[in-house]
């Protein structure tokens, strides 16, 4: 610490209490005692000789100053002792003055600093606390307005971003105890190298907090994990793209939604966390439609698509049918199309819900079409409760839904077992319309409506394409 | 102020971007000339379309109300539906 031995105290005129303690700083100069005070908000204040300007906030940021009037000891160069706000026995003890501000009360708590100010922390850790970054930096003229300049640059989705500054960035990174320079993955389709602080200037354009971003890098993990496949994903020219499902008790820490309109707008975290991977991939990756996005015609998902799961059921959670214990967080990966709703509001047996949402699925891909693409069922709480109240577990449900897709193979019409037309040997067989572990369901929605939503995902799955991809969320 | 923004991008591209490429005919494209309205730039202009019109090229000619000023959008509009190439006369 490159500080003058004897006695700092940093004040601000805008404290009362800075203002109470004035005379004992006067005292303490008068008594010969080595002083420097630092004042952050007005030069001649207080009347004293030794009175530095910190209005820059350079020595309140580097002495860690959190509230004014703050009295340090120094000695050889290392602090000694800290006496924050005005407490009397406290400064009469660190100085050795024993009437020191004799008239004055016992105790007041002082204001805050300048430097933790809403906002400061992060200009002032930029300017004189040494952080760094590895991205470029890219300077924007002060004629053009920088949301349009990020639009120009193409790394928008079409919709208004956060401009990526240094400072949001930085506040950005606070969100992880993880360093930016940690290497998540490879980004496709270019393949580069996706760090945890390229994760964190994607982030702020998607209007992610910080405290949002673990989840972000626990979906990118994931999305980059080679089982995912997020580059056939990417190039596809089916609809498909990631959806995100969070689970563990992160979805509450940071507000997230698995009730009223939960696959919908509204909720910033839902909204934002998945809009950051697919910014990510556009970005970092440089995966962009028309280009190596080859969708014929993608789905609304492709902007954000991103939910939490309702827990609050007798059912397993997504994560916990990956092994996941209930208190640990998770995010999943899933490739997804767009939403098919299922309306049931007949049914109040199982088996007949059951025949219901099969009869819906049948029509995934093609209604003739076998060996479909692998499926989501989100099951809303109304149609849970069904399950629920006759006391089905999800496993009990999933089975009975494969039972109930056992496509007749004399009905494979146009579309045979393996897409390739007519197979005369399959029109006496039943074949599964999904492959083992193809249907997934989760739990989310709003109180009303006898309602599930059916989100089929890639026609290429498993090691063939994509299959979902769990990763633990790591602060 | 300048303002910095940090580069989102893989950095694998050139930190600004590349112009399109240049065509290496012109054979078959439609050539805008764009008068940008600065004193006797028309005069030039005139002369450049009558040698491309020489050359069998077909061109079109645009003119922006005021030097002063940005192209509108409808002109960059109009010139980007109707042209392939824009020969532009600059300054004085």
Same mark, same amino acid.
């Given at each position: 610490m490159n500080v003058p031995d004897g006695f700092i105290a940093v004040v601000k005129r805008d404290c009362p209490t800075c203002v109470m303690v004035e005379p004992v700083l006067q005292t303490m100069e008068e008594g010969g005692l080595p002083l420097t005070v630092y004042t952050?908000?007005?030069?001649?204040?207080?009347?004293?000789?030794?009175v530095i300007d910190d209005i820059d906030l350079k020595h309140s940021f580097r002495l860690e100053?959190?509230?004014?009037?703050t009295l340090i000891y120094v000695s050889g160069q290392r602090e000694r002792d800290r006496v924050i706000g005005w407490d009397r026995d406290e400064w009469q003890r660190i100085t050795g003055?024993?009437?020191?501000?004799?008239?004055?009360?016992?105790?007041r708590p002082g204001c805050g600093s300048l430097s933790v100010g809403p906002g400061m922390p992060e200009k002032l850790a930029l300017r004189f606390g040494?952080?760094?970054?590895?991205s470029r930096r890219i300077e924007v003229s002060e004629l053009e307005d920088e949301i349009e300049y990020c639009f120009e640059r193409g790394w928008s989705d079409g919709l208004p971003l956060v401009p990526p500054t240094e400072e949001r960035v930085y506040r950005m990174l606070?969100?992880?105890?993880?360093?930016?320079?940690e290497i998540l993955g490879f980004a496709p389709p270019v393949q580069a190298q996706c760090t945890i602080e390229k994760v964190a200037v994607n982030a702020v354009m998607a209007g992610c907090?910080?405290?949002?971003l673990p989840l972000v890098i626990a979906a990118v993990e994931a999305a980059l994990?080679?089982?995912?496949?997020m580059h056939g994903l990417l190039a596809t020219t089916w609809f498909s793209s990631p959806m995100v499902i969070v689970n563990g008790p992160i979805r509450k820490a940071v507000g997230?939604?698995?009730?009223?309109?939960?696959?919908?707008?509204?909720?910033r975290a839902n909204a934002t966390i998945g809009r950051a991977l697919q910014l990510v991939i556009r970005n970092v990756g440089g995966g962009r439609p028309q280009e190596a996005?080859?969708?014929t015609f993608g789905n609304p998902g492709k902007f954000t698509f991103c939910f939490a799961e309702d827990?609050?059921?007798p059912w397993t959670s997504l994560a916990e049918d990956q092994?996941?214990?209930?208190e640990r967080s998770a995010v999943t990966v899933i490739s997804a199309d767009g939403v098919q709703g299922c309306i049931d509001?007949?049914?109040?047996e199982p088996e007949s819900l059951v025949a219901s949402l099969a009869q819906s699925m049948r029509?995934?891909?093609?209604?003739?079409?076998?060996?479909?693409s692998d499926v989501v069922v989100v099951i809303g709480p109304e149609h849970g409760r069904l399950f629920d109240g006759a006391g089905w577990t999800k496993l009990q449900v999933v089975e009975a839904l494969h039972d109930g897709l056992l496509?007749?193979?004399?009905?494979?019409?146009?579309?045979g077992e393996n897409g390739n037309g007519n197979d005369l040997d399959a029109v006496d067989r039943k074949l599964p319309k999904?492959?083992?572990?193809g249907i997934r369901l989760v739990r989310a929605g709003g109180?009303?409506?006898l309602f599930s939503a059916i989100i089929p995902g890639w026609l290429?799955?498993?090691?063939l394409g994509s299959d979902p991809v769990t990763k633990e969320i790591v602060l | 102020m300048t303002q910095i923004l940090l580069d989102p991008?893989?950095? @694998? +591209?050139?930190p600004q971007r590349e112009p399109l490429p240049i065509p290496s !005919? @012109? +054979?078959g494209l439609t050539i805008a000339l764009l008068?940008?309205?600065? !004193?006797?730039g028309d005069v030039f202009l005139d002369r450049v379309d009558m040698h491309l019109q020489e050359e069998g090229l077909r061109v079109l000619r645009f003119k922006k109300p005021?030097?002063?000023?940005?192209?509108?959008v409808e002109l960059l509009q109009k010139i980007a539906q109707q042209c392939d190439v824009v020969i532009e006369g600059l300054a004085d």
């Open positions: 952050q908000d007005d030069p001649v204040f207080p009347a004293l000789s030794a100053i959190e509230t004014v009037p003055l024993t009437g020191l501000g004799r008239d004055l009360p016992p105790l040494g952080a760094h970054f590895s606070n969100g992880t105890k993880r360093s930016g320079d907090k910080p405290e949002y994990d080679p089982v995912f496949c997230m939604n698995w009730r009223g309109n939960v696959l919908g707008q509204g909720n996005d080859q969708s827990e609050d059921t092994g996941f214990s209930a509001q007949r049914s109040r029509t995934i891909n093609h209604v003739d079409m076998v060996n479909a496509v007749p193979g004399r009905d494979l019409g146009m579309i999904f492959r083992s572990g109180d009303a409506g290429m799955k498993g090691s | 991008s893989g950095e @694998l +591209d050139p !005919t @012109l +054979d008068d940008i309205s600065k !004193t006797k005021t030097f002063a000023r940005t192209a509108p």
